[in-house]
């Protein structure tokens, strides 16, 4: 801007330099130069102001264009700053509205659908597992049919008449084995009273015949005369069995069952020990095991149930 002015001074200086050395010019010029003749006349003044006033026309005229060109210019400049600050104003709103709140609406979306997501696959791996587990227990409670457990092995005992038996004399029947001792005060003959009760109820159901068979795991007093007046409280068919304490031993382990004295005083103790019944097929391989929890009635139709598969898989 500053330019402009300086030129515009210049331009009004040139002129009016112009303006008076060409009017003075042309003054003498045409009063010595021309030629006087009849046709000849003076130029009036009127004429010669007229020359005069084209110098400052001009110089007017370049004024104002040069105002023009100024007024345009700062017109321009205030357009160009306008325009950049409603660019700035409408980059500034843009970038409002691009960044607006915290979480827009896709990324809001977004985390609702990731949430969804979440909360159904855990519902589906939650549903699985209780399914799994539902389906472990059932397989387990239907007992060991789908296989064969590591449950029995031989031993060497003696019977309660005093003869040497092995688990080859029991082969060709189905039988129910307890390991319990005579002295135990109430969880054996509790048991023995339901297998007793069990097998009958066999034998009346089904015609199915099953040998009961007692184990004691205190040999040091079950003698073989203890174990005889023992088993005939319980039914004329319970076979008492005893013998040397590791051929003892050897049993038990055969059969997984544990047993310990407990409460030792002098001669009066106690044998803690599992409270399992066995029940072996006629080759003297492990069916199904039964605990405390089962009363005659669940033992008589396990027992049965378990004959009637076996029968049915070697039919």
């Given at each position: 801007m500053a330019a402009v002015l300086s030129k515009t001074a210049?331009?009004?200086?040139?002129?009016?330099l112009?303006?008076?050395?060409?009017?003075?010019?042309?003054?003498?010029?045409?009063?010595t130069e021309i030629p006087k003749s009849p046709f000849h006349r003076p130029l009036p003044q009127s004429d010669v102001g007229s020359f005069t006033k084209l110098p400052r026309f001009l110089s007017t005229n370049a004024n104002t264009q040069a105002d023009s060109e100024l007024k345009g210019t700062a017109s321009d400049s205030h357009s160009d700053q306008g325009k950049q600050s409603g660019d700035s104003h409408q980059s500034s709103e843009q970038g409002k509205s691009v960044r607006g709140g915290p979480i827009s609406w896709l990324s809001f979306l977004l985390l609702v659908a990731t949430g969804a997501g979440v909360i159904f696959y855990y519902d589906q791996e939650k549903k699985r597992h209780i399914e799994d587990i539902n389906t472990s227990s059932t397989a387990v409670k239907q007992g060991p049919s789908a296989g064969k457990a590591a449950i029995g092995g031989p031993f060497n005992l003696i019977n309660h008449d005093g003869k040497s038996v092995t688990e080859n004399d029991f082969k060709g029947k189905w039988t129910l084995i307890y390991f319990g001792f005579t002295h135990c005060p109430d969880i054996c003959p509790d048991e023995l009273q339901k297998l007793a009760?069990?097998?009958?109820?066999i034998k009346a159901k089904s015609g199915f015949e099953i040998v009961p068979v007692f184990i004691s795991v205190d040999p040091e007093r079950d003698s073989v005369e203890q174990v005889s007046e023992y088993v005939k409280e319980f039914h004329p068919k319970l076979i008492g069995l005893t013998g040397d304490p590791d051929e003892i031993k050897k049993a038990a382990r055969a059969y997984r069952v544990y047993y310990m004295k407990t409460e030792e005083e002098g001669s009066d103790y106690l044998v803690d020990h599992s409270i399992i019944m066995y029940l072996m097929d006629p080759n003297m391989e492990f069916i199904k095991f039964f605990g405390?929890?089962?009363?005659?009635?669940?033992?008589?139709?396990?027992?049965?149930?378990?004959?009637?598969?076996?029968?049915k898989a070697r039919a």
């Amino acid at each position: 801007m500053a330019a402009v002015l300086s030129k515009t001074a210049h331009l009004r200086r040139a002129y009016r330099l112009f303006s008076s050395h060409t009017t003075s010019r042309l003054t003498l010029q045409l009063s010595t130069e021309i030629p006087k003749s009849p046709f000849h006349r003076p130029l009036p003044q009127s004429d010669v102001g007229s020359f005069t006033k084209l110098p400052r026309f001009l110089s007017t005229n370049a004024n104002t264009q040069a105002d023009s060109e100024l007024k345009g210019t700062a017109s321009d400049s205030h357009s160009d700053q306008g325009k950049q600050s409603g660019d700035s104003h409408q980059s500034s709103e843009q970038g409002k509205s691009v960044r607006g709140g915290p979480i827009s609406w896709l990324s809001f979306l977004l985390l609702v659908a990731t949430g969804a997501g979440v909360i159904f696959y855990y519902d589906q791996e939650k549903k699985r597992h209780i399914e799994d587990i539902n389906t472990s227990s059932t397989a387990v409670k239907q007992g060991p049919s789908a296989g064969k457990a590591a449950i029995g092995g031989p031993f060497n005992l003696i019977n309660h008449d005093g003869k040497s038996v092995t688990e080859n004399d029991f082969k060709g029947k189905w039988t129910l084995i307890y390991f319990g001792f005579t002295h135990c005060p109430d969880i054996c003959p509790d048991e023995l009273q339901k297998l007793a009760a069990a097998i009958d109820k066999i034998k009346a159901k089904s015609g199915f015949e099953i040998v009961p068979v007692f184990i004691s795991v205190d040999p040091e007093r079950d003698s073989v005369e203890q174990v005889s007046e023992y088993v005939k409280e319980f039914h004329p068919k319970l076979i008492g069995l005893t013998g040397d304490p590791d051929e003892i031993k050897k049993a038990a382990r055969a059969y997984r069952v544990y047993y310990m004295k407990t409460e030792e005083e002098g001669s009066d103790y106690l044998v803690d020990h599992s409270i399992i019944m066995y029940l072996m097929d006629p080759n003297m391989e492990f069916i199904k095991f039964f605990g405390k929890n089962n009363d005659v009635d669940a033992l008589t139709e396990g027992i049965i149930n378990e004959i009637k598969q076996y029968k049915k898989a070697r039919a």
